[in-house]
């Protein structure tokens, strides 16, 4: 499967964006898709995850109760609402896709990426 991100941009801190990530091909339901970001000399981190018909929604605690992750299987789209937003939300966002939802919030777990977006938090 191929994922490309979109969706990022400056933002003052406090407000909000949605990143979306679109996949190609015709198994996206077959897929636990998730979020990932990166900031400058740091590791990717898990940001969010969602399981294959969206039953179930995982987040990172730093974005509890700001984050949203849903997914639409018909548009094979996995979207991140960002609600909130602090200037330690800046990072490179990545969308991700995995067949298995074991050891989800470790990177390496992961099969499938897409290029990333930035998102920038600043006044």
């Known amino acids: 499967v191929q994922l490309q991100a979109s969706g990022g941009g400056l933002v003052q801190p406090g407000g909000s964006l949605r990143l979306s990530c679109a996949a190609s091909?015709?198994?996206?339901?077959?897929?636990?898709m998730g979020w990932f970001r990166q900031a400058p000399g740091k590791e990717r981190e898990f940001v969010a995850g969602i399981t294959w018909r969206g039953s179930s929604t995982y987040y990172a605690d730093s974005v509890k109760g700001r984050f949203t992750i849903s997914r639409d299987n018909a548009k094979n789209t996995v979207y991140l609402q960002m609600n909130s937003l602090k200037p330690e939300d800046t990072a490179v966002y990545y969308c991700?896709?995995?067949?298995?939802?074991?050891?989800?919030?470790?990177?390496?777990?992961?099969?499938?990426w897409g290029q990333g977006t930035l998102v920038t938090v600043s006044s």
């Open positions: 991700a896709a995995t067949s298995s939802i074991a050891a989800l919030r470790s990177w390496r777990q992961w099969d499938y």
């Open positions: 091909g015709r198994t996206f339901s077959s897929y636990v």
